[in-house]
DNA sequence: TATATTATTGCAACCGATTGTAATTTTTAA
DNA sequence: TTAAAAATTACAATCGGTTGCAATAATATA
């Protein structure tokens, strides 16, 4: 019943020819008649050939694979980027492997070594939230497989990354706030290590500077962004010690859609007593109720970019200056969850 | 800079013994002696070995690999899924390949050949909406590589299939909406060529038909689901129309909770209205105002099943009767979207 | 001590494609 | 018509493990 594979010998052995000429001329090796070529192609449809890709593999010593490792799948904002790059980097001919942290340094260096033993020619990365640790990316360098950071990326390892601009980001969401009346801001984030969230934390900080407000310990969180961590922070820190902020910037929708949701379950009115910004633009920020006021976060391009700058660089001559700092740009999008003000006013 | 990779033959050479006893000991084989096992382990270590799976692959003419195609990676449910199917599966030593279709037949075609070309163990599969022909997969029957199906199945191969109990769920849906005081329940919900929303709609119109209310044609939308699909929906068939259903089941959170927002938006109330049921627990079902009543799906289950049934057939001796279909419970949840009644009237 | 068992290890072919170099054929130039 | 150049094609080694079978070493049995 199984049948047999078909290897480039058989059509060759068919074809009265060598081995090398079918493998060059399935290549479309401009050596090879384009009458040989013809036949060729002709044989290996009708015996159905496919060609085995280990034995290429082995003999290239080059995968056309691409490895991603990402905290989570589960947000528009992650598949978006990874639908950018699944296009680029399909249509350039490379296969991707996928694989999720799930926020976990350790589960991150399970599948750096997977993908590593895998043989990626490259590497893409988000780090988790509380990886400390890099030591899992030596092999990599060590062997000239390309890294690149996006979204959450480290200083530690000079590869090249993307992001958007974080702080701008941060500065806006604040500087909107404080335009719309609001003077005690809470900002809630995740672990500060990571670049996203500390980029965040000082457009923060520099739209208060910028408006003459003091930067308060008590109005700043750190936790896993979690509905737990959320209800924690909310509830415990904030409703009951009666601190009320008159705003709130969360660091991603869907922490932004739990607070909404434990605020409004308090008793208190979004945007009046509290006015939220969330970031990300995920479809979750669309709705609540009120929809809630976001950072756009131009996902796709990001992957797309990702993936031209990996495909320029593997099917290029390789030149090794792959250590630049890539800064997308981003838009603050005005909801009814942060607007206070009338506009006309 | 690029070290050179470290091979059994390496090994070999420095341990005076055969790259055969390597390799062997490698594996664990019980023909070599404990002795010399931990020689071969702590060089390699030393030497910072590592497998080449190509090598390997190639002569044992198996991958370990085992292919995903999923409509999309950006739901709650599909990333528990594969979550599922992640964990179970590293354990046993296989890595995953997962790709999207983003719902398109042609793109679903273009990743089952190149999983093929990848000679993945085995192939996971959840339908796109729209796969109408299945030749694709054909060469993966002809070669003898598992199919698994999940949540969109097809009958049109024999292979396995995991899924809930999607008749229940609707019916349970739909019973509780009529126990709510509900007489005409609108029905929107995807592609009924797939399995998952036919069987949904059975169970709607059974419940319909226990309850002595007429099945009617104009309180069924088959869309895409779309946020676009669902205003159109929405606004110019039922809210222009003042055909206001007095309940309304949708067939997944996301298409739900648009149409929450887009209900809301035309001043109706909800439930009192409108109540509204949606369907897989994903936590845009939690966030809306009102959160909305739905159908759990117990992804992570799902995905471990799915693994275990692969991993015992290509572990096992790949006994071929791997076409059962397994359907797994599920429960209504039950929020304000939909209440309307007093529980303890 | 001789012989039979059992435990270890190694030889050599093989998996299927790739590629430097050489050989052959075809085309062009003299 | 013949030598030189260009176009095609083929030989054979190579990539790094894996595995059937033979060979050798160690241990047990008579």
Same mark, same amino acid.
């Given at each position: 019943?199984?049948?047999?594979?078909?290897?480039?010998?058989?059509?060759?052995?068919?074809?009265?020819?060598?081995?090398?000429?079918?493998?060059?001329?399935?290549?479309?090796?401009?050596?090879?008649?384009?009458?040989?070529?013809?036949?060729?192609?002709?044989?290996?449809?009708?015996?159905?050939?496919?060609?085995?890709?280990?034995?290429?593999?082995?003999?290239?010593?080059?995968?056309?694979?691409?490895?991603?490792?990402?905290?989570?799948?589960?947000?528009?904002?992650?598949?978006?980027?990874?639908?950018?790059?699944?296009?680029?980097?399909?249509?350039?001919?490379?296969?991707?492997?996928?694989?999720?942290?799930?926020?976990?340094?350790?589960?991150?260096?399970?599948?750096?070594?997977?993908?590593?033993?895998?043989?990626?020619?490259?590497?893409?990365?988000?780090?988790?939230?509380?990886?400390?640790?890099?030591?899992?990316?030596?092999?990599?360098?060590?062997?000239?497989?390309?890294?690149?950071?996006?979204?959450?990326?480290?200083?530690?390892?000079?590869?090249?990354?993307?992001?958007?601009?974080?702080?701008?980001?941060?500065?806006?969401?604040?500087?909107?706030?404080?335009?719309?009346?609001?003077?005690?801001?809470?900002?809630?984030?995740?672990?500060?290590?990571?670049?996203?969230?500390? +980029?965040? &934390?000082? @457009?923060?900080?520099?739209?208060? #500077?910028?408006? *003459? !407000?003091?930067?308060?310990? /008590? %109005?700043? =969180?750190?936790?896993?962004?979690?509905?737990?961590?959320?209800?924690?922070?909310?509830?415990?820190?904030?409703?009951?010690?009666?601190?009320?902020?008159?705003?709130?910037?969360?660091?991603?929708?869907?922490?932004?859609?739990?607070?909404?949701?434990?605020?409004?379950?308090?008793?208190?009115?979004?945007?009046?007593?509290?006015?939220?910004?969330?970031?990300?633009?995920?479809?979750?920020?669309?709705?609540?109720?009120?929809?809630?006021?976001?950072?756009?976060?131009?996902?796709?391009?990001?992957?797309?970019?990702?993936?031209?700058?990996?495909? +320029?660089? &593997?099917? @290029?001559?390789?030149?090794?200056? #792959?250590?630049? *700092? !890539?800064?997308?740009?981003? /838009? %603050?999008? =005005?909801?009814?969850?942060?607007?206070?003000?009338?506009?006309?006013?």
């Amino acid at each position: 019943m199984q049948e047999k594979e078909v290897t480039i010998y058989d059509l060759a052995e068919r074809l009265n020819i060598s081995a090398t000429t079918v493998s060059r001329g399935l290549q479309d090796h401009p050596a090879i008649n384009i009458k040989t070529k013809k036949r060729i192609f002709d044989l290996a449809a009708e015996m159905g050939y496919r060609s085995n890709k280990f034995a290429s593999n082995l003999r290239r010593q080059k995968t056309n694979t691409i490895g991603v490792i990402v905290p989570r799948l589960n947000s528009l904002f992650m598949s978006s980027v990874l639908s950018g790059i699944e296009r680029s980097v399909n249509n350039a001919g490379y296969n991707l492997i996928i694989s999720q942290s799930f926020e976990k340094e350790s589960k991150e260096k399970t599948n750096a070594k997977t993908m590593f033993n895998n043989r990626v020619d490259a590497l893409i990365v988000s780090l988790s939230s509380d990886t400390a640790d890099f030591s899992h990316f030596d092999p990599f360098l060590k062997k000239n497989i390309p890294i690149i950071f996006f979204d959450r990326t480290t200083e530690a390892m000079n590869s090249t990354t993307v992001v958007i601009d974080n702080f701008k980001a941060g500065y806006l969401a604040t500087e909107h706030l404080i335009t719309q009346g609001c003077r005690e801001i809470l900002h809630i984030t995740g672990n500060i290590d990571r670049n996203v969230y500390a +980029d965040r &934390l000082k @457009g923060y900080k520099k739209a208060l #500077l910028d408006h *003459q !407000i003091d930067f308060r310990e /008590d %109005l700043f =969180i750190s936790n896993d962004l979690s509905e737990g961590a959320m209800h924690d922070a909310l509830i415990a820190h904030v409703i009951k010690r009666k601190q009320l902020p008159d705003g709130l910037f969360v660091t991603n929708d869907s922490a932004a859609a739990f607070a909404l949701t434990i605020l409004k379950g308090a008793g208190l009115r979004i945007p009046e007593d509290i006015a939220v910004v969330g970031f990300n633009n995920d479809l979750i920020s669309r709705v609540t109720e009120p929809p809630i006021t976001t950072i756009n976060y131009p996902g796709n391009e990001m992957g797309e970019r990702i993936a031209r700058i990996l495909i +320029d660089h &593997l099917d @290029g001559d390789g030149n090794p200056d #792959l250590n630049s *700092q !890539i800064v997308l740009n981003t /838009d %603050l999008i =005005i909801r009814a969850s942060s607007i206070r003000k009338k506009t006309y006013e």
